[in-house]
C-alpha cells in the first residue's frame, strides 16, 4: 500500500533552516509527481510545492517562492523540502502528497518558527 514517512520537523528561530524529508513507498515513485502542502492551527491546509516525476519542474507558492526549494531523489524514493529564511508564519505541520488514483497524506511533520 502506499505510504509516506516525513522528517525533518523542529523548533527553529526566525531566519533559520530546515530541510524536511519524505521518503515514500507501494507505488511507482519516479513516475509520480509530488507535492507538499502545511497546515497550521486553525487553517485550512495549504499548498506549499510540487515537483514533477523527473524533478525537472518545480512549482511554488507565492508565500514561499525564493525561500523553499522542493527536490527529489528517485534513487531514494525521497522527496525534500528545504526551506530557508523561515518566519513564525511558516509555523504548520508539513505533509508530503502524492496522487495515485486517489490523494495520499503522509502523517506530517511539525515545524515551528519561534524566537
Known amino acids: 500500500q502506499v505510504q509516506l514517512v516525513e522528517s525533518g520537523g523542529g523548533l527553529v528561530q526566525p531566519g533559520g533552516s530546515l530541510r524536511l524529508s519524505c521518503v515514500a513507498s507501494?507505488?511507482?515513485?519516479?513516475?509520480?509527481?509530488m507535492q507538499w502542502y502545511r497546515q497550521a492551527p486553525g487553517k485550512e491546509r495549504e499548498w506549499v510545492a510540487r515537483i514533477n516525476a523527473g524533478g525537472g519542474s518545480t512549482f511554488y507558492a507565492d508565500s514561499v517562492k525564493g525561500r523553499f526549494t522542493i527536490s527529489r531523489d528517485n534513487t531514494r524514493n525521497t522527496v525534500y523540502l528545504q526551506m530557508d529564511s523561515l518566519r513564525p508564519d511558516d509555523t504548520a505541520v508539513y505533509l508530503c502528497?502524492?496522487?495515485?488514483?486517489?490523494?495520499?497524506w503522509g502523517q506530517g511533520t511539525q515545524v515551528t518558527v519561534s524566537s
Open positions: 507501494g507505488f511507482f515513485f519516479s513516475a509520480s509527481p
Open positions: 502528497n502524492v496522487f495515485v488514483r486517489e490523494a495520499y
